[in-house]
């Protein structure tokens, strides 16, 4: 099966305080349409890892192929635009512009696609925020909506582009139990109906172990 | 690929939901522009009416007749004494008249040349004001007032009476301001004036002339060209001064040095009898240069603080734009238009106000002896000001959002998401 997404070698250095290997020989990939999540303790690299990933840092040695495309030492412009197309992002805390609506901090990377009217990006942002049943909320500010809710548009903003693989970093880390299984779900139905690629971060072993494969780390290695 | 759409849209929702500091940086800068074109307007306008106060008295070019000793004395002419060593003693002035010699055909060439404004007659009398058995010395001007009128601004000072009155009047005078009050003299009455020959001819009073000069008013007085001719007994080309207005005032000494080889006359330009008088204007205009410069500045320091805080509020959103896709250049133009929005919001406004503050000061009186047509507070309002204000409100708000956004630009996401 094909690798939606794959790693050779990478290596990280932190240079402060100390000098310190984050990052050790990390080769893996992630399958198209699997449901990965990345465990280990604190300190293990595994949101290190993540930014690599996202290809938010570019501070590292190794190789990095989206679709099979190598992603190591595009431009950062290039870069926002691979994020743009192909990487949703979910952060542990929700990060929402808070002066925007839901329904425009959904539609922000859509616009800045700019692939679509304004007319059909409204609709595929309503459609995504009916698909997690938060549709009612599209006109509310950021700022005045529940955790839980915030997350649930975190996933939606991060679905508009329809992307290659949606990243998380805990995004359960910071929601009470309920919620926590409501976002699973949520991830769970979109590998199955949408074949979607997801790779998570969590510390929570509940929701690894319900998932497709467990990554784990210790010390900047990953352990099979 | 840049989406300005997207760009402008959340840079105006920035703006409008941070209201306060949009308010308060844009008045920072209504401040400084407004404060700049206030002060630039009076001050400049300051330096103009004291300008025009000296200049406009002063003729662009003056002709007159020089009494003043020859050049080359007559033993110098004797060939016998070519080889000795001749030394005049008490040497006397050259034998000549004050009048102008030609001065008529002289004042018909210079009316025909193309880059004369306009010129005039002048006869200079030396008279004695006659009150009971006092004598007070003093000029009389012979003019052709309606001509003097067009060219100089004697038409403001003439207090009481008009230029015409005097044209209209076979022996009226226009009696300077102070010779009227020391005498107790008004308009309407009668002044004797004794030729220093000792001819004495009564006078009417037609008008009150104040120039501001204390020194020209308590001497100075007009009168008709023929007139003057009149009282002295001279003949209708006696004349011994010609005054020239140009089109062009940078051309004036040029153009008197070459009156001056012409007609064998003495021809004095604005710039040779006010050397001094052009320092001070241009010292003061460089004091207005530097206060405006101070002020502007602080201005643009002002906006670059606000923005800085405006952007550091914004640290979150700038990761969050950053992650879902927005290049290091989007983000930088977010906040480069907010900052030329807050720019043009508070230049515009800041034109405004320096025009309102302008309007107080200039209807704010100013009545002041010396100054008979000055009555509010001189304002010069010269577009070019404005012009100024509002382009220096967009490159200091560039530039104070250059900076700042910059930084934003380079700003790596996963150090803020990370908190470090």
């Known amino acids: ?224 | 690929m840049i989406n300005w759409k997207v760009i402008l849209n959340i840079a105006r929702t920035h703006l409008l939901t941070k209201m306060k500091s949009t308010v308060t940086a844009s008045l920072g800068v209504t401040f400084g522009i407004g404060a700049y074109i206030t002060l630039v307007s009076f001050m400049t306008g300051l330096n103009e009416m004291l300008d025009s106060l000296i200049l406009n008295q002063t003729p662009h070019i003056h002709i007159y007749n020089e009494i003043e000793p020859s050049e080359k004395q007559p033993i110098a002419l004797y060939q016998e004494f070519e080889d000795a060593l001749n030394v005049v003693r008490s040497v006397k002035p050259k034998q000549s008249q004050k009048k102008i010699h030609n001065g008529l055909p002289i004042l018909n060439y210079l009316k025909k040349d193309k880059k004369v404004y306009g010129a005039t007659p002048q006869l200079r009398a030396q008279i004695f004001y006659l009150s009971g058995s006092i004598e007070l010395g003093g000029n009389l001007v012979g003019v052709d007032i309606l001509e003097e009128a067009r060219l100089s601004n004697i038409g403001d000072y003439i207090v009481e009476g008009t230029a015409q009155d005097l044209k209209n009047s076979e022996n009226g005078i226009l009696l300077g301001a102070g010779l009227a009050k020391k005498m107790s003299l008004k308009e309407g009455d009668r002044v004797q004036v004794s030729t220093i020959k000792g001819d004495v001819f009564p006078l009417k009073i037609v008008g009150i002339y104040q120039s501001g000069i204390a020194d020209i008013d308590n001497i100075q007085s007009y009168a008709n060209l023929k007139t003057v001719q009149r009282i002295l007994g001279e003949a209708q080309n006696y004349i011994t001064d010609i005054n020239i207005k140009l089109y062009d005032i940078n051309e004036a000494t040029t153009m008197a040095k070459s009156l001056g080889k012409q007609f064998q006359v003495k021809a004095t330009s604005i710039n040779e009898a006010n050397a001094q008088f052009e320092t001070g204007s241009n010292i003061r205009n460089l004091i207005t240069y530097a206060v405006s410069i101070t002020l502007l500045i602080v201005a643009g320091f002002g906006i670059y603080n606000i923005l800085n805080m405006l952007i550091y509020e914004k640290m979150k959103d700038i990761a969050i734009l950053k992650a879902t896709g927005f290049s290091g250049i989007d983000v930088q133009l977010i906040f480069m238009s907010q900052a030329m929005i807050i720019g043009a919001l508070g230049g515009i406004l800041g034109l405004v106000v320096g025009f309102v503050l302008s309007r107080l000061i200039d209807n704010v009186a100013f009545v002041t002896e010396a100054l008979p047509t000055i009555t509010t507070y001189p304002i010069n309002y010269n577009i070019w000001y404005y012009v100024i204000g509002f382009s220096f409100a967009l490159i200091s708000t560039f530039v104070a959002g250059w900076l700042p956004s910059n930084k934003a630009r380079r700003i790596d996401p996963v150090r803020i998401i990370r908190g470090t």
């Open chain 1, 1 to 224: 099966m094909e690798f939606v997404l794959e790693t050779k070698n990478i290596n990280k250095y932190f240079e402060k305080p100390v000098e310190f290997h984050v990052l050790k020989d990390i080769s893996f990939g992630i399958k198209k349409g699997e449901f990965a999540s990345i465990m280990g303790k604190s300190g293990s690299g595994k949101s290190t890892l993540l930014y690599i990933l996202s290809t938010m840092d570019t501070d590292y040695t190794g190789e990095l192929y989206l679709n099979n495309e190598l992603i190591t030492g595009q431009n950062h412009n290039k870069l926002s635009q691979i994020r743009n197309y192909n990487i949703g992002f979910v952060f542990q805390f929700h990060y929402l512009l808070s002066e925007f609506s839901v329904l425009e901090n959904v539609m922000l990377p859509a616009k800045k696609m700019a692939e679509k009217s304004l007319a059909e990006i409204e609709h595929d942002a309503m459609e995504k925020l009916r698909m997690l049943d938060i549709e009612k909320l599209a006109h509310q500010r950021a700022s005045r909506i529940s955790g839980g809710e915030k997350q649930r548009v975190a996933i939606a903003r991060a679905l508009i582009n329809n992307p290659a693989i949606l990243m998380g970093d805990e995004p359960t880390g910071n929601l009470d139990s309920h919620n926590s299984e409501n976002v699973f779900s949520i991830f769970k139905r979109l590998k199955e109906e949408e074949g979607l690629s997801l790779l998570i971060v969590t510390h929570d072993d509940d929701f690894a172990k319900r998932t497709d494969r467990i990554i784990q780390m210790e010390d900047g290695r990953i352990l099979d």
